[in-house]
Nanobody, 127 residues
Framework: AVRVVESGGGAVQPGGSLTLSCLVS????????MAWYRQAPGNECVLVAS?????????SYADSVKGRFTISRDDAKNTVYLKMENLEAEDSAVYYC???????????????????WGQGTQVTVSS
């Protein structure tokens, strides 16, 4: 069975940093596209960052996190990371990791019927 497990969430002050990790098993990780989504209370679940599986591992970011968040992957460890810097209160949300073994591209809103999803990890940015 495919497992997607996020870790690394927590509470941090504005301006602080956190790095989320997502460990995947049960599918060909190196050939899979990976993404991070987030959902704050009362808001839609939206795409934050993604990284493709093809040569060069192209990345993409939501405008709201460009320059502050970095997505990366370690195929030897079946893990994708989301490094978050200069965090803002608006970044508070549950962060979800998603895997797509077909590397077909990600939609801007969560679509849990597509790909494989973790249970999420809470990030709280507050003073």
């Amino acid at each position: 069975a495919v497992r997607v497990v996020e870790s690394g969430g927590g509470a941090v002050q504005p301006g602080g940093s956190l790095t989320l990790s997502c460990l995947v098993s049960g599918l060909p990780f190196g050939a899979s596209a990976m993404a991070w989504y987030r959902q704050a209370p009362g808001n839609e679940c939206v795409l934050v960052a993604s990284i493709r599986s093809r040569h060069g591992r192209p990345t993409s970011y939501a405008d709201s996190v460009k320059g502050r968040f970095t997505i990366s992957r370690d195929d030897a460890k079946n893990t994708v990371y989301l490094k978050m810097e200069n965090l803002e209160a608006e970044d508070s949300a549950v962060y979800y990791c998603a895997a797509d073994a077909l590397d077909a591209g990600w939609e801007p809103r969560c679509r849990r019927s597509f790909g494989y999803w973790g249970q999420g990890t809470q990030v709280t940015v507050s003073s």
